[in-house]
């Protein structure tokens, strides 16, 4: 029996040149979205815009991950640009 996708909420934040990528009604950055269960970084990403072929680092509730990770209800998700080194 397959049961019905329940809605969940995740909040996602941008950072640096990401921000443009933020929903309308987003503040400091941060925009809290209504999701199916079982909905995956790389889809969360593209729902905002972001483009596939675009750079970034993704971190779900402070821990490095991949596009296929599926995210759970309350989870926050951050979507940084790579970032550049230097001394």
């Known amino acids: 029996l397959n049961q019905p996708l329940l809605d969940i909420f995740a909040n996602v ?3 640096a040149t990401l921000t443009t990528f933020l929903p309308p009604g ?5 925009a809290t979205l209504d999701v199916d269960d079982g909905v995956t970084v ?4 593209m729902r905002l ?3 596939p072929t675009l750079s ?5 509730n402070g821990h490095d991950t991949a596009d296929d990770t599926r995210l759970q209800d309350g989870d ?12």
């Open 13 to 15: 934040q941008l950072h």
């Open 26 to 30: 987003s503040h400091e950055g941060t």
């Open 42 to 45: 790389g889809s969360v990403a």
């Open 49 to 51: 815009g972001i483009p």
């Open 56 to 60: 970034r680092i993704a971190l779900v």
């Open 76 to 87: 926050v998700v951050d979507f940084f640009p790579p970032l550049a080194g230097g001394a």
